[in-house]
């Protein structure tokens, strides 16, 4: 059993910064990757990005360079850092982690809102 609660979520103006938390408790031993998702309304989750245990990262082309994925394994959390937000980042974010099947071992978090408005 795996349980994953999100924070950091909020309202910010364009151009403003957020760092999301993903708090990882239970069996995380087995878990290989953690990643970021979001769902606009209308819209269909998507993946943000993904870090592994070893520190590699993958982005979507719509947030690199301008959100960092970071994780502390010892207190077994994942950090989304967001600057230069825009309003087309408006969105549930959603953490996920996965061991290296997902059928065995696939969880999500509740997710936090983002939202990016003037």
């Known amino acids: 059993q795996v349980q994953l609660v999100e924070s950091g979520g909020g309202l910010v103006q364009p151009g403003g910064s957020l760092r999301l938390s993903c708090a990882a408790s239970?069996?995380?031993?087995?878990?290989?990757?953690i990643g970021w998702y979001r769902q606009a309304p209308g819209n269909q989750r998507e993946l943000v990005a993904t870090?592994?245990?070893?520190?590699?990262?993958n982005y979507a082309d719509s947030v690199k360079g301008r959100f960092t994925i970071s994780r502390d394994n010892a207190k077994n959390t994942v950090y989304l850092q967001m600057n230069s937000l825009k309003p087309e980042d408006t969105a549930v974010y959603y953490c996920?982690?996965?061991?290296?099947?997902?059928?065995?071992?696939?969880?999500w978090g509740q997710g936090t809102q983002v939202t990016v408005s003037s």
């Open positions: 239970g069996s995380t031993f087995s878990l290989n990757v």
């Open positions: 996920n982690a996965r061991g290296p099947i997902v059928s065995v071992a696939n969880y």
């Open positions: 870090i592994s245990k070893s520190g590699t990262t």
